[in-house]
């Protein structure tokens, strides 16, 4: 296909003659098969609600088809709909637009739905098994061609993947706020999401899914290697550094993937049970997991191997977590770290795999027989557990990973939760991210080279670590283990060949920094250093952008972790300060209904307004949450928000006055 057509493409939206019908491609990985939770009478709905798209001439031909995919997929994704082109993260000059920060959005819609960083792209899933860009190709259609035609003065609302419409706005307001799962609170459980996004009223966003912000698994590889080393650190005794200690996980799957790099990076053993052969062979083919042991006992004595000699090196287990434990109980293979990464947010609909049957055996009876399949998996969590238990008595320093395992093990009956009713293990938050990193500011900031070119990347590499290191010569004791891993991490990314898709690059960073890098980045393009404006964003998963108890903010000790006022008004302040775009999500790594979420995306394009609105946005929208975690009596942040008032004047943080032990006692 020419660059003419494509463009032609794009502009067309949904086409008004019938593409051909779409084969089902069973070389590409697909979404499980969805419950059918619908009645007789909310199918027909669902149906008319997909026919809307359409001009009513076509309605007979497509109303069948729909009506099949729904009973077939459990949803109506349109499938005949699917473009015919490559999705990929072109050159920004490549879409057609009349607001280039229009077209940085188009790019980062299809970085999102690139087979080579989405999981199931014909479902238009690009992580965690039901992280969806848009619910149907006809959202996707329709987006892309207002994208196209959008002006400055315009703003695009998206609810849950459905473009609602251009509205006049002006240059300084986001080009799209986009709302993903939104819903009235006492309707927000995981089968009101069955059933919602079977209707095609509302989909699942995840984080960095539905707000097109996702680069691959590099962004996961950044925060575990961060976590990893940090957790080697807290369970040191004599400095004896990272190496030879085994960290044991599971999930080889869209972020979870990341996991036996990260440990490599961080000079670990990582041991990484993966049910599904297909995601196993994946990650070894894209070597990020060197080994694969089909055989328990071959990966015990590999292991043992690994740990006399003191190896760097990553091995997957291809089958179900639970018996890997179990072997390593009866083996008494020491492990110094343990976690997991499955995909409990979503346990009923393939997010868990039960032990005891095959990885297909499970598919079936999750589509045929869920009520089984829900025992089973109960059943799974409390053997995990109990053999988790095991392995901590001996010494293990076992840790939630954010995928609701301490939330689900406990709903399951499994032996998780201490007398007072707390879980007997932390969550990654808990111990290492929230008091290291998101209390000082520091978190996940992102960025997209727009021209695709590797030289454009590797020139911004530097400009950040040049930042970086100037800023670490003068940074208090308090923050410098954070900007030294920083810089160590910015020195190999491109040897550790981390980019998938779109020429990406993450690192730590706090306000001071994150706003000096992207000034640096402003300044470059304008002087026509960097070759194409670059895009800014962050995962959801930071210091001020997501409300989530049992996750980012799990280290909240004042009452108020499940409140969501941080998260909603992190989008609206990051709105009105110059976001490109904004989004607020129901959802997202710990399942629907228990965290609420936000994130924005922002051009640089070399401009004066740029460079405003980066100092205005990102100042804002860290320190929202530095304000909230020091009110919560949180040490690092108190520390963080006296020192960022001495360096703005325009900011009055509330400090919390905090009362002696001795008179609480009293009372
Ligand atoms: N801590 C973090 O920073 C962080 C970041 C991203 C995601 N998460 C959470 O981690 C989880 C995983 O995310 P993902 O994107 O990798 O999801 P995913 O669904 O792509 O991958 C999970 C993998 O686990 C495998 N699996 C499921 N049950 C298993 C079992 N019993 N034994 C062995 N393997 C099993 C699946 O086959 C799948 O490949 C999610 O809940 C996500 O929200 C946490």
Known sequence: MTLQEFQAEIKQGIPSVLPPKHEYDPKVNHAPIRKDILSKEEKQLALKNALRYFDKKHHAVLAPEFAEELKKYGRIYMCRFMPTYDFHARNIEDYPYKSKQAAAIMLMIQNNLDPAVA??????????????????????????????????????????????????????????????????????????WEKFNALGVSQYGQMTAGSFMYIGPQGIVHGTTITVMNAARIIEKDNEGVAGKLFVTAGLGGMSGAQPKAAVIAGAIGVVAEVNPAAAEKRYEQGWVDELHYDL?????????????????????????????????????????????TSLHNPWAGGYYPVGMSYEEANDMMAHNPKQFKEEVQKTLRRHVEAVNKLTAKGMYFFDYGNAFL???????????????????????????????????????????????AEDLDYTDKLAMD??????????????????????????????????????????????????????????????????????????????????????????YDGSSFTADMAIQNVIGDSFRGATWVSIHNGGGVGWGEVI???????????????????????????????????ARNEGAIFAAKRAMEAEPLLNITIPQIPEDDLLNQF
């Not at 070399?606 to 020091?630: C, E, K, Q, Y």
Request: hydrophobic share 40%; net charge negative; with cysteine.
């Open 597 to 631: 979420n936000g994130g924005f995306g922002m051009l640089l394009d070399g401009s004066t307004d740029a460079d405003r609105r980066l100092r205005s946005m990102l100042f804002w929208d860290v320190n929202n949450g530095i304000s909230r975690r020091s009110w």
């Open 467 to 556: 930042v970086l290191e100037e800023m670490a010569s003068t940074a208090p004791e308090e923050i410098s283990q954070q900007m030294r891993d920083n810089i160590e991490w910015i020195k190999g990314a491109k040897a550790n060949k981390l980019v998938v898709g779109s020429q990406a690059r993450i690192l730590y960073a706090d306000a001071e920094g994150r706003i000096a890098i992207a000034a640096a980045f402003n300044k470059a393009i304008k002087e026509g250093k960097i070759s194409a404006p670059v895009v800014l964003g962050r995962d959801h998963h930071d210091v001020s952008g997501t409300d989530s108890p049992f996750r980012e903010t799990s280290n909240i």
């Open 407 to 453: 939330l689900e093990a406990s709903r399951a009956g499994a032996d998780i939760m201490k007398d007072n009713g707390e879980f007997k293990y932390p969550s990654y938050v808990q111990d290492i991210m929230g008091p290291m990193c998101f209390d000082y500011g520091f978190g996940p900031f992102r960025w997209v080279c727009t021209s695709g070119k």
């Open 119 to 192: 999981q199931h792209p014909n479902e238009l899933i690009t992580y965690g098994g039901n992280g969806a860009v848009f619910q149907n190709w006809a959202q996707y259609l329709l987006t892309m061609k207002y994208l196209s035609e959008m002006t400055d003065e315009q703003t695009l609302a998206m609810y849950s993947g459905h473009p609602m419409g251009l509205f006049p706005s002006h240059k300084d307001a986001p080009r799209v706020v986009v709302t993903n799962g939104m819903v009235i609170p006492n309707y927000s459980s995981p089968d009101d």
């Open 297 to 341: 006992d071959d990966l015990v004595a590999r292991i043992k191997e690994a740990q006399k000699n003191k190896e760097a090196v990553s091995m997957a287990y291809v089958g179900n977590v639970v018996d890997m434990w179990e072997k390593f109980v009866e083996e008494d293979v020491f492990v110094e770290m343990g976690s997991d990464q």
